[in-house]
């Protein structure tokens, strides 16, 4: 995880960091930013990066209380 000491900038997570804490392979980060099913991410340079408040906000989206919740494109929420 890059930490920085300045406020203005967000904290962010490589894709190998954030594939790690969700459980799933890079592979699948990949297939998600492809398809626009993942977190949002930010570019710099050729590397993807995601910002932890991001993560935050697509994850509380996906929430569910049953598994026939359904979200945008179909998958059970």
Known sequence: ?????????????????????LGVTTRTLERW???GDGPTFIRVGRLCRYRT????VWLAARRCTSTSNRIAGGEAR
């Open 53 to 56: 408040e991001d993560v935050a």
């Open 1 to 21: 995880m890059m930490r920085t000491t300045n406020p203005e900038i967000p904290e962010l997570l490589s894709q190998r960091q954030l594939a790690a804490r």
């Open 33 to 35: 930013r492809e398809t």
